[in-house]
């Protein structure tokens, strides 16, 4: 299946896990990631892209479209901060990095991009960045 083809289809779908209705009792938070994993991954927004990313759900296919839209834009506003897309990126596990070498080093060649980030992003890219002289 092509990287287009997979985008017509839904996290519930590429992972081939249905997560169901969210419990009656779920926060809003829940529920808007139960409702987003059922949603073709091309149809989610830039804010719907952080949300999912910073739950670390479906990361393995969408950290490749948050890429696309971070080289054209790194400080890309998902509706909360200039950057907020990125941070979230940047939060991903550390596990996911190891696993996938490819985006690490998009990620970093984007972040070198930044002349000034703002707060929160500037401190998430120094993590970032540190994280592989501490391992």
């Keep these: 299946m092509g ?3 997979g985008r017509r289809r839904s996290l519930e779908e590429l992972e081939g896990e249905r997560w169901g209705d969210p419990p009656v009792d779920a926060t809003r938070l829940i ?3 139960h409702r987003l994993r059922r ?3 091309a149809d989610l ?3 719907d892209l952080r949300l999912l990313i ?3 759900i479906g990361v393995t296919f969408l950290v490749p479209v948050a890429l696309e839209i971070l080289k054209r834009d790194p400080l890309a506003d998902a509706g909360m901060y200039e950057g907020d897309l990125l941070r979230a990126v940047l939060r991903i596990d550390r596990s996911f990095w190891e696993t996938h070498a ?4 998009t990620v970093r060649t984007i972040i070198d991009s930044i002349a000034e980030p703002p707060g929160p992003v500037g401190e998430q890219i120094a993590r970032f960045r540190g994280r592989r002289s501490a391992s």
């Design 3 to 5: 990287e287009q083809a």
């Design 31 to 33: 529920a808007t990631a």
């Design 39 to 41: 949603r073709p991954v």
């Design 45 to 47: 927004t830039i804010a």
């Design 54 to 56: 910073g739950q670390q």
């Design 102 to 105: 490819e985006h690490e080093g």
